[in-house]
């Protein structure tokens, strides 16, 4: 096999694919998280087609910058080192041997052949590493206790009302701390000991998040999706759309709960303890659908407590129409072939055109502030609070510190903690309000979190003022804060905001004034349709309801 070819097999076609999956999600982002999981479900499902699908499909042909590589190493080491605006021709030299080129080609053939081997050898690892996760938790199931009382009851009982016929074991184990299910032809429930604690409706809304997946067979669709990855191993995109489809199932099956009675605090609260006690214990292996892992926890909670979400499940056949979308879109990407036929020159290859305008996406972690996580200090500042006027808020911010995210770029816990520490007698939004004209412009994105956490209108006008800030982040946090509020007084900064040299500003400038529904703020919204950049473009025909 060619580099070409390998290119295009392992990087090309599924790229383009779960590119194509994110853009169709991302305009489903106010559906359900059923209908995105059906979606990366599809999407899944086409990567591992891919194989036969290009085999019975007629290619189409685009250039191909690794097809090109032998005559621009030749070139490169003809001409020596190039001038900064210098092009390098790909025609050989005057007088130089036509064997050189012959050598490059043979050099790159052999490559390939190479990296077929190093892929298959790696695949094959990852594969064997999946396949124990399922011993190892099988293992783990027979050192359990199985449960025939009451609890089992109840599960049959839940499971009847899924439509769930096959049976479904339960065992209480004393090696996990978050309830999870696992099993891909006997599905199996695991319960931490605690079970023996928790009110009757918090095993009710455990049974129903679990059962949910028995229910929908996520257990072997993570598997299939582990496979996929497993295959496209060089592919960073396969494990976004690994990592996509789970986090997907696991908000579908979070619905299932809301949508049969469960109270969205009460269960935010449950999720943020099974996150807690995992983070000490261990988390289970991936073959094990957890109910809650720390690395989901802040996307998943704002989801729970978010009122909008639809949370209604989805008839079988709305279900597989979504999984064939992906399906069709992987036509014509699984015939697309590089060639070299098409002349790439090495400057456009090599002098990538630099961010000059701030619209990459920085490193979140740039805007934290060196908060000493201190927990006495957080639970005396909380205690005070809880006495005073803003005792509710005091709640979800305790709540954010003693989450415990895996991810570094996650700043609730810092931001949550330095809230709390802003605390002065029982008054907790007050001081943090007037921090929005501190000098460090970290302190002024965190008070800026901090209003919108709380929701308080107050902050609105020294908001509107943060939007000339120089430092990009902060426009970006006073301008996310302002959609959330979304109080009339913002109508004309936001539509500044419009031009803000920062897409992360502009995305929430539009969606601001597609909320607001004025007639006058169309055209403007139209100008959006031509943003540089895709998200922008998206959310302004999402406002304008351009499908």
């Not at 019975?56 to 191909?64: Q, T």
């Not at 709540?399 to 949550?416: F, I, K, P, Q, T």
């Not at 007639?519 to 540089?532: F, K, Q, T, V």
Request: glycine share 6%; aromatic share 4%.
């Amino acid at each position: 096999m060619t580099i070409d070819s390998l290119a295009t097999s392992l990087i090309v076609r599924p790229g383009l694919i779960v590119v194509g999956t994110l853009i169709v999600t991302r305009l489903l982002r106010r559906r359900s998280a059923a209908a995105r999981h059906a979606v990366w479900a599809g999407s899944i499902g086409a990567l591992l087609s891919l194989p036969l699908l290009t085999s019975v499909l007629p290619p189409l042909r685009i250039g191909s910058f690794v097809g090109a590589m032998p005559a621009v190493v030749q070139a490169i080491a003809l001409n020596g080192q190039r001038a900064p605006n210098r092009q390098i021709n790909h025609a050989p030299s005057i007088g130089t041997s036509s064997t050189n080129g012959a050598r490059a080609d043979d050099a790159f053939v052999s490559l390939g052949q190479a990296l077929v081997s190093l892929w298959a050898v790696v695949a094959v690892i990852l594969v064997a590493r999946r396949l124990t996760a399922e011993l190892l938790v099988r293992r783990l199931v027979g050192r359990g206790r199985p449960d025939s009382g009451m609890l089992s009851e109840r599960c049959d009982m839940i499971a009847g009302m899924l439509g769930i016929r096959r049976s479904v074991a339960l065992t209480i184990s004393d090696e996990t701390a978050s309830p999870a299910v696992v099993g891909l032809f006997r599905p199996t429930l695991i319960l931490p000991v605690s079970v023996n604690a928790w009110t009757s409706a918090e095993t009710t809304s455990v049974l129903l998040h679990e059962l949910s997946h028995v229910a929908r067979r996520d257990c072997a669709m993570n598997f299939v999706s582990d496979l996929a990855a497993a295959a496209y191993w060089c592919n960073p995109m396969v494990y976004i759309a690994a990592q996509r489809l789970r986090a997907e199932a696991e908000r579908a099956c979070d619905d299932e709960v809301l949508y049969a009675g469960g109270e969205p605090k009460a269960y935010a609260l449950l999720l943020l303890e099974f996150a807690r006690a995992t983070s000490v214990t261990g988390t289970l292996p991936r073959s094990a659908s957890a109910m809650s892992r720390p690395s989901e926890l802040e996307s998943r909670m704002m989801a729970v407590l978010d009122a909008r979400v639809p949370r209604a499940p989805l008839r079988r056949s709305v279900v597989c129409a979504l999984a064939a979308v992906s399906t069709v879109l992987a036509l014509p990407i699984a015939a697309t072939t590089l060639s070299a036929s098409v002349a790439v020159p090495v400057a456009d290859v090599t002098g990538l055109e630099p961010d000059r305008l701030g619209d990459s996406v920085a490193v979140q972690s740039s805007e934290r502030l060196p908060t000493a996580l201190n927990e006495d200090a957080i639970d005396a500042a909380a205690k005070r609070a809880f006495a005073g006027p803003d005792s509710a808020l005091a709640a979800v911010l305790l709540a954010g510190v003693r989450s415990a995210s895996n991810d570094s770029g996650s700043l609730v816990r810092e931001r949550a903690a330095w809230a709390l520490l802003q605390t002065r007698g029982d008054r907790l939004i007050d001081p943090v309000l007037e921090t929005l004209d501190s000098d460090d412009w970290r302190v002024q994105a965190y008070a800026a979190w901090t209003a919108g956490v709380a929701g308080d209108h107050r902050a609105v006008p020294k908001l509107i003022l943060l939007m000339r800030h120089p430092v990009w982040r902060v426009r970006a946090m006073a301008a996310a804060v302002l959609r959330q509020l979304a109080d009339p007084r913002s109508a004309d900064v936001m539509t500044i905001a419009l031009a803000d040299q920062a897409w992360q500003v502009r995305i929430e400038s539009v969606e601001y004034l597609g909320a607001l529904g004025d007639p006058s703020h169309r055209e403007l919204l139209r100008a959006r349709l031509n943003d540089r950049h895709v998200a922008v473009r998206q959310s302004a025909a999402r406002a304008l309801n351009i499908h």
